[in-house]
């Protein structure tokens, strides 16, 4: 099953539609956030309890692969662990270059962001 996701600029935004895919069903360990900027991806985890995608999603050997890598690799690589394929990870990555903030939903059917 392909993960779900839908890129944001706005944060209150982001929050909101975390929020309305929560009342929906979908389980917290199911829920991620990406972003360039690591503090704005602390913060926004903290605002809204998403996950991050770490050692748990990637493995330990792919996060030991990570600290060589560049951050752009590195949101690949994580990407592709979580079930996208290279080209969508790839034209994800591009826009977070712009400043987005990628939302991710796991093991979900059909989501409604």
Not at 29 to 41: F, G, K, M
Not at 98 to 113: C, P, R, S, Y
């Given at each position: 099953?392909?993960?779900?996701?839908?890129?944001?600029?706005n944060?209150?935004?982001?929050?909101?539609?975390?929020?309305?895919?929560?009342?929906?069903?979908?389980?917290?360990?199911?829920?991620?956030?990406?972003?360039?900027?690591?503090?704005h991806?602390?913060?926004?985890?903290?605002?809204?309890d998403?996950?991050?995608?770490?050692?748990?999603?990637?493995?330990?050997?792919?996060?030991?692969?990570?600290?060589f890598?560049?951050?752009?690799?590195?949101?690949?690589?994580k990407?592709?662990e979580?079930?996208?394929?290279?080209?969508?990870?790839?034209e994800?990555?591009?826009?977070?270059?712009?400043?987005?903030?990628?939302?991710?939903?796991?093991?979900?059917?059909?989501v409604?962001?």
């Amino acid at each position: 099953m392909n993960p779900k996701f839908k890129l944001f600029h706005n944060d209150e935004t982001l929050k909101e539609s975390i929020d309305k895919i929560r009342n929906n069903g979908v389980r917290d360990e199911d829920i991620y956030i990406l972003s360039h900027d690591n503090d704005h991806v602390r913060r926004s985890r903290k605002e809204t309890d998403a996950n991050k995608v770490g050692v748990k999603v990637t493995g330990i050997g792919t996060a030991t692969k990570n600290i060589f890598r560049s951050k752009d690799d590195k949101l690949v690589s994580k990407m592709k662990e979580i079930g996208f394929d290279v080209k969508k990870a790839e034209e994800l990555e591009e826009e977070l270059d712009k400043g987005k903030t990628l939302l991710i939903v796991t093991n979900q059917d059909e989501v409604t962001f």
